[in-house]
C-alpha cells in the first residue's frame, strides 16, 4: 500500500491511494472460506461446495468488499496519523478515473480532501470583550412576583360579567327548525374582534340571556365550527342569530402575596415573609440573568475571535460539493447551496475557533457534568410551569430519560463545552464590564 498526499494551496487535498493485491488478498481469502463453509448449493454437502464455483459467485463482490475496506482504513489511519484536519468526507477525485476492479491489482484511487484554514486565534488579557450584567431592579422583581401570583391563581364564581371573565351558558339557534342546540357552550367576550357583537355581553349578569351573532363575533372558520361543534364545510348553514343564556360566570383570581403562596412555590415554611419571598425572587432572577449575561459574552468572544482570525481562504469548490451530496434530495439544491454557503462556512469558522480554544485551554468535560446540563434543563422546563420547588429526585429521573435520546446527548454535551468555555474565558480575557437594565439588553440582543 502507498499514499501520497499532495497539499499545495493547503486547503484542497488530493489524497493517492496504491492499493496492492498482497493487501485485500489474505482478507478475499478467508471471506470465501467462510463463505464456502456456509454456503448451501444443492447437489454438495455443507462445506464441500468447490472453491471455483464460490469464486464464481461471490469473488468479485468479496474483491470489492475487501479493497474498499482497505481503502477506508488506511486513508483515515493516514490523516489521524499526519494531523490532516479534514472538513467532511473524502470525495472521488473530480476528473478521475474510474478503477476497474476486474483487472488485476495494483488499484489507484485518488480522492479530493477539504483542508481547514489554518486559524491562528490565541487569547490573554490583551484581549479586551464585553461583560453585560442585567440589574435585577424592583420592577423586574415585581413582574416575576406578578407571575407566580398569575399561575397560582385560579378562576372563581361570579354574578356579572366583567372583561376576561368566562361564561359558560345555553346556545340555542334562533329561526330555524332542528337548529343548534348547546349546553355549557363557554365564551369569552374580551376574545370577540367584533366590537358591536363583544358589546352585547357589557353589564350582562348571571341568568340574562343575549342574541348575538356568532358568524359576526368569530373570524376564524376553525374557531367557530369548534364553538357551534359542527364541521367547517357546514358553516354556511349556521349564519344567524343565536341566543345564549348565561348559566355560568367564572372570574380569574390572582393568587394574594402570601404565606399559601410562599408555601406553594417553595415548600412549606422556606419562606416565611414578602420580604424574604422578593430576596429569593430576587436571587432567582440573577441566576437565570447570568445564564444572558453569559451567553451574551459568548456571543461578543465568537466576534472578537473571528475578527482576529481575518479572511480566511476556503476550498470552497470542494466543500459546495459536500453541501450538494449532503443535500442532494433536494431539487433546487443548487440554489439552496448558493444561498447557504456563506453561512455555513461562518458557523464552521466557528467550530474551528471554538474547538481551538478548547484544545489551547485543555478544556474537557465529564458525563456527570453533561447529566448537570440535563438536570438544569429539567429544572428551567419545571420552572416554565411555576414549579420552582421540584424535588432532585424527579429532576434526576426527568434527566435520565433526556439523556436515553441520543438526539438530545449531543446538544447537552455541546451546552457543557459551551458552559465551561466561558467559564474558563472570563478568567483569560480582560472583561469590559457594564450593568445594564433588562430593556437595555434586550435591546443590545436585537441588535
Known amino acids: 500500500m502507498n499514499i501520497k498526499f499532495e497539499n499545495e494551496d493547503k486547503v484542497n487535498g488530493l489524497m493517492t491511494v496504491t492499493v496492492e493485491e498482497s493487501d485485500f488478498k489474505e482478507n478475499v481469502e478467508k471471506t ?3 463463505y464456502r463453509r456456509k454456503a448451501n448449493v444443492p447437489g454438495f454437502r455443507p462445506g464441500q461446495v468447490p472453491m471455483g464455483m464460490i469464486q464464481r459467485m461471490y469473488g468479485a463482490a468479496v474483491r470489492m468488499d475487501a479493497v474498499n475496506r ?3 482504513e488506511e486513508l483515515y489511519k493516514y490523516v489521524r496519523e499526519n494531523n490532516i484536519k479534514m472538513l467532511g468526507e473524502p470525495l472521488p477525485h473530480e476528473g478521475g478515473e474510474a478503477v476497474d476492479l476486474e483487472k488485476d491489482a495494483p488499484y489507484t484511487f485518488q480522492f479530493d480532501i477539504a483542508v481547514a484554514p489554518e486559524i491562528g486565534v490565541k487569547l490573554s488579557g490583551r484581549d479586551k470583550v464585553d461583560y453585560v450584567t442585567i440589574e435585577v431592579d424592583d420592577k ?5 412576583v406578578e407571575m407566580y401570583c398569575s399561575r397560582a391563581g385560579q378562576y372563581q364564581k361570579a354574578d356579572d360579567y ?5 361564561l359558560k351558558g345555553d346556545l340555542r339557534e ?3 327548525e332542528d337548529g343548534i342546540e348547546l349546553s355549557e357552550a363557554i365564551v369569552m367576550p374580551t376574545y370577540i374582534k367584533n366590537e358591536a357583537e363583544k358589546n352585547l355581553f357589557d353589564g350582562a349578569k348571571l341568568g340574562d340571556v343575549i342574541t348575538f351573532n356568532p358568524r359576526k ?11 357551534l361543534k359542527v364541521d367547517k364545510a357546514d358553516l354556511g348553514n349556521h349564519a344567524g342569530n343565536f341566543t345564549y343564556q348565561i348559566t355560568e360566570i367564572s372570574r380569574f383570581v390572582k393568587a394574594e402575596v402570601n404565606q399559601q403562596l410562599f408555601d406553594q412555590i417553595y415548600g412549606k415554611d422556606a419562606v416565611k415573609d414578602v420580604k424574604e419571598f422578593r430576596a429569593r425572587v430576587a436571587d432567582e432572577l440573577k441566576a437565570q440573568l447570568q ?16 475578527k482576529k482570525a481575518g479572511k480566511l481562504e476556503w476550498p470552497d469548490a470542494l466543500l459546495k460539493r459536500v453541501m450538494k451530496l449532503n443535500n442532494k434530495e433536494r431539487e433546487d439544491v443548487d440554489e439552496y447551496v448558493e444561498k447557504n454557503y456563506e453561512g455555513s462556512i461562518k458557523e464552521l469558522t466557528w467550530h474551528l475557533i471554538k474547538e481551538q480554544l478548547v484544545a489551547a485551554h485543555d478544556i474537557k468535560i465529564t458525563d456527570e457534568e453533561v447529566k448537570t446540563v440535563a438536570r438544569e434543563t429539567a429544572r428551567a422546563q419545571f420552572a416554565q410551569y411555576g414549579m420552582a420547588n421540584v424535588p432532585d429526585e424527579y429532576l434526576d429521573n426527568y434527566a435520565q430519560e433526556m439523556l436515553k435520546k441520543e438526539e438530545n446527548v449531543q446538544g447537552f454535551v455541546d451546552r457543557a463545552i459551551d458552559q465551561k468555555l466561558i467559564a474558563t474565558m472570563k478568567n483569560v480575557v480582560k472583561l469590559n464590564e457594564k450593568t445594564v437594565s433588562l430593556d437595555e439588553f434586550n435591546k443590545m440582543m436585537a441588535e
Open 32 to 34: 470465501l472460506k467462510d
Open 70 to 72: 482497505v481503502v477506508g
Open 140 to 144: 423586574l422583581i415585581d413582574q416575576q
Open 162 to 166: 366583567k372583561d376576561n371573565d368566562m
Open 174 to 176: 334562533l329561526d330555524k
Open 217 to 227: 363575533a368569530y373570524e376564524s372558520d376553525a374557531e367557530l365550527a369548534s364553538f
Open 291 to 306: 445564564q444572558n449575561s453569559d451567553w451574551k459574552f459568548l456571543a461578543d468572544l465568537r466576534k472578537h475571535c473571528e
